[in-house]
């Protein structure tokens, strides 16, 4: 049976108005604001937020420019040292300690061959490998390695059209914000998918990324 893990992130409100001279002297309202939804944002992204102002504008639904944003977090690092910057990613040191992680059943509908293969061969095609020239062996790899993850998409969005639509979309989302993206990461911010959608125009949704 499939499980999934669960992160719920612990904010101790005590600590942190009372206690926490860092959050109460030397962030303003908007950093302390930015500081908390970078917590509950690590807990979605496995501790992996990718440094990109564009991104956390995005997936925050911030009002702050560009500029600011990255101001604002900049000095979040400077406050709180055990937020980092590491590669292209901010992670948070202590996090297994900000955190507690369960494991769920996850139960998925039932879904035939034919509506996996129609998801995986639009992502396959998103990704550069157009399936009608790729040898059965690839294209058998690919499958073992992507029904889990497809059977999630296709629950997310109760059938094919909207999961392609969703895959499409997130890639030119995260390219255009110069991210790379996988069929997990479709998975992951379907939410946002849903989200931002600005309107609907011959079947695609427009990206909130100019």
């Not at 669960?6 to 959050?23: A, C, E, G, M, S």
């Not at 440094?51 to 690092?77: G, P, Q, R, S, V």
């Not at 639009?122 to 993850?149: C, D, H, M, V, W």
């Not at 995260?174 to 609907?200: C, I, M, P, R």
Request: glycine share 4%; net charge positive; proline share 3%.
């Amino acid at each position: 049976m499939p499980y999934t893990s669960i992160v719920f992130v612990k904010l101790f409100w005590k600590d942190l108005i009372y206690d926490d001279k860092r959050f109460i002297e030397q962030l303003s309202d908007q950093e302390k604001g930015l500081y908390l939804m970078l917590l509950l944002l690590a807990g979605s992204t496995d501790n992996k937020i990718p440094y990109n102002a564009e991104y956390i504008k995005i997936t925050l639904h911030l009002d702050a420019d560009l500029l600011n944003i990255i101001t604002m977090i900049d000095k979040i690092l400077s406050v709180y040292p055990k937020l980092i910057k590491k590669g292209n990613f901010l992670k948070f040191k202590n996090f297994n300690k900000l955190t507690n992680q369960i494991r769920i059943a996850e139960e998925y509908p039932t879904f035939s061959r034919e509506q996996i293969t129609l998801v995986l061969n639009a992502y396959l095609l998103e990704k550069g490998f157009n399936p009608e020239i790729q040898t059965g062996a690839f294209l058998s790899q690919q499958y073992a390695r992507y029904t889990k993850t497809i059977k999630k998409l296709l629950s997310l969005s109760s059938g094919e059209e909207k999961a392609v639509e969703a895959i499409k979309w997130i890639k030119n989302w995260l390219e255009k914000a110069g991210l790379n993206w996988t069929l997990e990461t479709v998975v992951k911010h379907y939410d946002t998918f849903l989200g931002s959608k600005d309107k609907q125009t011959n079947g695609v949704w427009s990206s909130p990324i100019k």
